[in-house]
Nanobody
Framework: QVQLVESGGGLVQSGGSLRLSCTAS????????LAWYRQAPGKEREGVSC????????YFADSVKGRFTIYRDNAKNTVYLQMNSLKPDDTAVYHC??????????????????????WGKGTLVTVSS
């Protein structure tokens, strides 16, 4: 069964850290561009970060630059989102997505999001003030 499964969400205090994981089954992530998205209640979906399949170039939303890191471990078939200095505004459901080959140039647009091949169901991150 082809799927992406996120883990690592939870409740954390403002200023704390969490590391989200997204593990693929049924396919290998080696040739996939991988992205993280989040959606908070009453807010639009936001493209948080992306790592390109071509050369590992990473992209971040302005709201998380300098605080979040994305990296992949192909041996574990997993992509990670390290989140530091968390703020209450980071509270959202985070989910990952994968696109074979692809690139990150439009990952934060609707066309980029719906152009992904697979999506996970998400993990909830709650940051308390």
């Amino acid at each position: 069964q082809v799927q992406l499964v996120e883990s690592g969400g939870g409740l954390v205090q403002s200023g704390g850290s969490l590391r989200l994981s997204c593990t693929a089954s049924g396919f290998t992530l080696d040739y996939y561009t991988l992205a993280w998205y989040r959606q908070a209640p009453g807010k639009e979906r936001e493209g948080v970060s992306c790592i390109s399949s071509h050369d590992g170039t990473t992209y971040f939303a302005d709201s998380v630059k300098g605080r979040f890191t994305i990296y992949r471990d192909n041996a574990k078939n997993t992509v990670y989102l390290q989140m530091n200095s968390l703020k209450p505004d980071d509270t959202a459901v985070y989910h990952c997505a994968a696109q074979r080959v692809g690139d990150c140039l439009k990952y934060d647009s609707d066309s980029g999001y719906y152009g992904m091949d697979y999506w996970g169901k998400g993990t909830l991150v709650t940051v308390s003030s």
